[in-house]
């Protein structure tokens, strides 16, 4: 099906993407670069929410794709946590893998997990306020 990316507040400082069906890697890196493009018209960091409640599918050759997406979405300057909604225990354990084969990529990144939405974005609202008081202090 697909992937969307839109502004999950007005203050644009949580971008969604939204997981929805069967989708593919080219559905995500066209996404990818669309978030980057979203966190250029802003200052301060920014926090991913990955909501896939409508998607548990992971597409073939994950592990190869998880460590450019990492590398993709992360190198973005206004990027570097991501709270993940209803990951699921495949998706959390291949970026685990991926981190631990690849600590470079790990190094300036964060992940959180949770099947609760309230929380989810309760956690991208703690972790934002956490990035602006670190540029602004």
Request: charged share 20%; hydrophobic share 40%.
């Amino acid at each position: 099906m697909s992937v969307e990316v839109l502004w999950d507040d007005e203050a644009k400082t949580i971008v969604r993407f939204v997981y929805e069906g069967k989708w593919d890697w080219n559905d995500f890196y066209t996404q990818i670069d669309a978030a980057n493009a979203m966190m250029d018209t802003v200052s301060l960091p920014c926090v991913s929410l990955i909501d896939m409640t409508k998607s548990s599918y992971l597409p073939p050759n994950a592990a190869i794709h998880i460590r450019n997406v990492i590398q993709k979405s992360m190198s973005h300057n206004n990027s570097g946590i991501s709270v993940f909604l209803n990951a699921g225990m495949f998706v959390e354990m291949m970026i685990g893998i991926v981190s631990k084969i690849n600590p470079d990529i790990a190094e300036n990144t964060e992940w959180l997990y949770t099947d609760d939405p309230a929380e989810a974005r309760q956690m991208a609202r703690r972790e934002v306020e956490k990035l602006h008081a670190t540029q602004t202090g």
